[in-house]
Protein backbone atom coordinates (compact mmCIF):
# COMPACT_ATOMS: atom_id res chain seq x y z
CA UNK A 1 0.00 0.00 0.00
CA UNK A 2 1.48 3.55 -1.24
CA UNK A 3 1.83 5.73 1.62
CA UNK A 4 1.56 9.41 1.92
CA UNK A 5 2.67 11.29 -0.51
CA UNK A 6 3.93 15.20 -0.63
CA UNK A 7 4.78 17.11 -3.58
CA UNK A 8 7.00 19.12 -4.21
CA UNK A 9 9.49 17.87 -1.62
CA UNK A 10 11.73 21.31 -1.76
CA UNK A 11 10.64 24.70 -2.47
CA UNK A 12 12.31 28.01 -2.84
CA UNK A 13 10.13 31.21 -2.63
CA UNK A 14 10.40 35.00 -1.81
CA UNK A 15 8.90 37.31 0.24
CA UNK A 16 5.09 37.77 -0.99
CA UNK A 17 4.71 35.40 -3.21
CA UNK A 18 2.14 32.72 -2.45
CA UNK A 19 2.35 29.00 -2.94
CA UNK A 20 0.20 25.71 -3.08
CA UNK A 21 1.55 22.26 -1.63
CA UNK A 22 0.07 18.84 -2.08
CA UNK A 23 -0.58 16.15 -0.56
CA UNK A 24 -2.33 12.58 -1.73
CA UNK A 25 -3.52 10.32 1.69
CA UNK A 26 -3.40 6.46 1.76
CA UNK A 27 -5.72 4.84 -0.13
CA UNK A 28 -9.02 4.98 1.32
CA UNK A 29 -8.26 7.40 4.17
CA UNK A 30 -10.80 10.45 4.43
CA UNK A 31 -8.73 12.92 6.44
CA UNK A 32 -5.85 14.59 6.12
CA UNK A 33 -3.90 16.98 8.23
CA UNK A 34 -1.54 19.49 7.96
CA UNK A 35 0.99 20.85 10.42
CA UNK A 36 4.28 23.62 10.33
CA UNK A 37 7.12 22.02 11.78
CA UNK A 38 9.96 24.62 12.52
CA UNK A 39 13.61 23.84 14.63
CA UNK A 40 12.64 23.69 18.23
CA UNK A 41 8.81 24.22 17.94
CA UNK A 42 7.96 20.73 17.15
CA UNK A 43 4.52 20.16 15.99
CA UNK A 44 1.88 22.97 14.87
CA UNK A 45 -1.60 22.14 13.72
CA UNK A 46 -2.52 23.86 10.82
CA UNK A 47 -5.96 22.19 9.92
CA UNK A 48 -7.67 19.12 9.03
CA UNK A 49 -9.81 18.03 6.19
CA UNK A 50 -12.30 15.16 6.41
CA UNK A 51 -14.70 14.46 3.62
CA UNK A 52 -14.17 17.96 1.63
CA UNK A 53 -14.87 19.65 4.69
CA UNK A 54 -12.65 21.42 7.35
CA UNK A 55 -13.56 19.76 10.79
CA UNK A 56 -10.66 21.42 12.61
CA UNK A 57 -8.32 24.59 12.60
CA UNK A 58 -5.15 25.61 14.46
CA UNK A 59 -4.31 29.39 15.34
CA UNK A 60 -2.37 29.80 12.08
CA UNK A 61 -3.82 33.79 9.89
CA UNK A 62 -5.66 33.48 7.01
CA UNK A 63 -2.71 33.30 4.88
CA UNK A 64 -2.89 29.64 5.66
CA UNK A 65 -5.74 28.05 3.29
CA UNK A 66 -6.84 24.70 2.75
CA UNK A 67 -8.97 22.54 0.83
CA UNK A 68 -9.55 18.86 0.08
CA UNK A 69 -11.25 17.40 -2.86
CA UNK A 70 -13.58 14.17 -3.91
CA UNK A 71 -10.43 11.77 -3.77
CA UNK A 72 -9.60 13.13 -0.37
CA UNK A 73 -6.34 14.34 -2.10
CA UNK A 74 -5.43 18.17 -0.68
CA UNK A 75 -3.89 20.97 -0.96
CA UNK A 76 -2.12 23.60 1.04
CA UNK A 77 -2.01 27.82 0.10
CA UNK A 78 -0.11 30.27 1.40
CA UNK A 79 -0.37 33.49 0.62
CA UNK A 80 1.63 36.64 0.93
CA UNK A 81 4.91 34.68 1.95
CA UNK A 82 6.93 36.08 4.97
CA UNK A 83 10.56 35.05 6.13
CA UNK A 84 8.83 33.17 9.32
CA UNK A 85 6.92 30.80 7.07
CA UNK A 86 10.20 28.34 5.74
CA UNK A 87 9.35 25.71 7.87
CA UNK A 88 8.93 21.76 6.95
CA UNK A 89 4.83 21.52 6.28
CA UNK A 90 3.96 18.16 6.93
CA UNK A 91 1.01 15.95 5.68
CA UNK A 92 -1.20 13.15 7.49
CA UNK A 93 -3.43 11.23 6.67
CA UNK A 94 -6.16 8.87 9.12
CA UNK A 95 -9.41 6.79 7.99
CA UNK A 96 -11.37 9.62 10.09
CA UNK A 97 -14.61 9.04 11.43
CA UNK A 98 -15.94 8.97 14.69
CA UNK A 99 -13.41 7.15 16.65
CA UNK A 100 -9.82 8.31 16.81
CA UNK A 101 -7.60 6.53 13.85
CA UNK A 102 -3.72 6.58 14.02
CA UNK A 103 -2.22 9.43 11.78
CA UNK A 104 0.06 8.29 8.65
CA UNK A 105 2.57 11.33 7.83
CA UNK A 106 4.62 11.89 4.67
CA UNK A 107 8.04 12.97 4.57
CA UNK A 108 7.08 16.85 4.14
CA UNK A 109 7.68 19.75 1.90
CA UNK A 110 10.68 21.69 2.97
CA UNK A 111 9.48 25.78 1.75
CA UNK A 112 12.76 28.16 2.33
CA UNK A 113 11.29 32.04 1.74
CA UNK A 114 14.17 34.15 0.58
CA UNK B 1 -5.99 24.82 27.23
CA UNK B 2 -4.95 21.35 26.39
CA UNK B 3 -1.57 20.99 26.40
CA UNK B 4 0.79 17.80 26.45
CA UNK B 5 4.78 18.58 28.31
CA UNK B 6 7.47 15.98 27.40
CA UNK B 7 10.70 15.43 29.04
CA UNK B 8 13.57 15.20 28.76
CA UNK B 9 14.39 17.85 25.57
CA UNK B 10 17.34 15.45 24.69
CA UNK B 11 18.19 12.53 26.06
CA UNK B 12 21.76 10.95 25.65
CA UNK B 13 22.31 6.64 26.53
CA UNK B 14 25.23 4.39 26.11
CA UNK B 15 24.31 1.78 22.96
CA UNK B 16 22.76 -1.31 24.54
CA UNK B 17 20.98 0.76 27.43
CA UNK B 18 17.81 1.42 28.39
CA UNK B 19 15.71 4.88 27.56
CA UNK B 20 12.38 7.07 29.26
CA UNK B 21 10.72 9.65 27.78
CA UNK B 22 8.13 11.14 29.79
CA UNK B 23 4.99 12.87 28.57
CA UNK B 24 1.65 14.42 30.78
CA UNK B 25 -1.33 15.36 29.44
CA UNK B 26 -4.04 17.82 30.87
CA UNK B 27 -7.30 16.90 28.73
CA UNK B 28 -8.85 14.33 31.53
CA UNK B 29 -11.29 13.31 28.20
CA UNK B 30 -8.04 11.76 26.56
CA UNK B 31 -7.87 8.59 25.87
CA UNK B 32 -5.69 7.89 22.77
CA UNK B 33 -1.93 8.08 23.43
CA UNK B 34 0.34 7.80 19.96
CA UNK B 35 4.26 8.21 19.81
CA UNK B 36 6.21 8.68 17.03
CA UNK B 37 9.67 8.87 15.60
CA UNK B 38 11.16 11.51 13.29
CA UNK B 39 14.39 10.28 11.58
CA UNK B 40 16.30 13.29 9.80
CA UNK B 41 14.53 13.90 6.34
CA UNK B 42 11.40 11.82 6.99
CA UNK B 43 8.19 12.59 8.34
CA UNK B 44 7.36 11.01 12.01
CA UNK B 45 6.45 7.46 11.73
CA UNK B 46 4.29 5.99 14.28
CA UNK B 47 5.89 3.26 16.55
CA UNK B 48 3.38 2.21 18.97
CA UNK B 49 0.37 3.79 20.76
CA UNK B 50 -1.88 2.93 23.36
CA UNK B 51 -5.93 3.45 24.52
CA UNK B 52 -6.91 4.45 27.84
CA UNK B 53 -8.41 0.76 28.61
CA UNK B 54 -4.52 -0.63 28.85
CA UNK B 55 -2.01 0.37 31.13
CA UNK B 56 0.60 -1.04 29.46
CA UNK B 57 1.16 -2.24 25.62
CA UNK B 58 5.15 -3.95 24.06
CA UNK B 59 6.14 -4.27 20.82
CA UNK B 60 9.35 -5.85 20.95
CA UNK B 61 12.28 -3.41 22.33
CA UNK B 62 9.33 -0.90 22.60
CA UNK B 63 6.60 0.03 25.50
CA UNK B 64 4.81 2.06 26.97
CA UNK B 65 3.08 2.69 30.29
CA UNK B 66 -0.23 4.74 30.90
CA UNK B 67 -1.29 6.57 34.05
CA UNK B 68 -4.67 7.90 33.54
CA UNK B 69 -5.03 8.54 37.26
CA UNK B 70 -1.63 10.58 37.02
CA UNK B 71 -2.11 11.74 33.71
CA UNK B 72 1.62 10.36 32.46
CA UNK B 73 2.29 8.07 29.78
CA UNK B 74 5.59 7.05 28.98
CA UNK B 75 8.26 5.74 26.30
CA UNK B 76 10.58 2.66 27.33
CA UNK B 77 13.19 1.59 24.80
CA UNK B 78 15.25 -1.19 26.04
CA UNK B 79 18.45 -2.42 24.10
CA UNK B 80 18.94 0.67 22.43
CA UNK B 81 20.72 0.29 19.32
CA UNK B 82 22.50 3.23 16.78
CA UNK B 83 19.49 3.21 14.86
CA UNK B 84 17.00 4.42 17.78
CA UNK B 85 18.98 7.42 17.75
CA UNK B 86 16.19 10.17 16.57
CA UNK B 87 13.02 12.56 17.42
CA UNK B 88 10.75 11.05 19.68
CA UNK B 89 7.25 12.96 19.85
CA UNK B 90 4.48 11.97 21.89
CA UNK B 91 0.62 13.18 21.41
CA UNK B 92 -2.64 12.76 23.39
CA UNK B 93 -6.07 13.12 21.77
CA UNK B 94 -8.16 16.07 21.87
CA UNK B 95 -11.49 17.21 21.42
CA UNK B 96 -12.50 16.96 17.63
CA UNK B 97 -10.05 13.97 17.81
CA UNK B 98 -7.40 16.43 17.02
CA UNK B 99 -3.74 15.43 18.59
CA UNK B 100 -2.19 17.41 21.01
CA UNK B 101 1.81 16.97 20.44
CA UNK B 102 4.77 17.16 22.76
CA UNK B 103 7.76 19.06 21.96
CA UNK B 104 9.81 16.21 21.56
CA UNK B 105 12.95 14.03 22.31
CA UNK B 106 16.29 14.05 20.61
CA UNK B 107 17.25 10.53 21.60
CA UNK B 108 21.27 9.79 21.34
CA UNK B 109 22.56 6.54 21.14
CA UNK B 110 26.41 6.86 22.25
CA UNK B 111 28.54 4.41 20.65
Known amino acids: KAGVTQTPRYLIKTRGQQVTLSCSPI?????VSWYQQTPGQGLQFLFE???????NKGNFPGRFSGRQFSNSRSEMNVSTLELGDSALYLC?????????????FGDGTRLSIL | GENVEQHPSTLSVQEGDSAVIKCTYS??????FPWYKQELGKGPQLIID???NVGEKKDQRIAVTLNKTAKHFSLHITETQPEDSAVYFC??????????WGAGTKLIIKP
Open chain 1, 92 to 104: ASSLGGASYQPQH
Open chain 1, 27 to 31: SGHRS
Open chain 1, 49 to 55: YFSETQR
Open chain 2, 27 to 32: DSASNY
Open chain 2, 50 to 52: IRS
Open chain 2, 91 to 100: AAQGSNYQLI
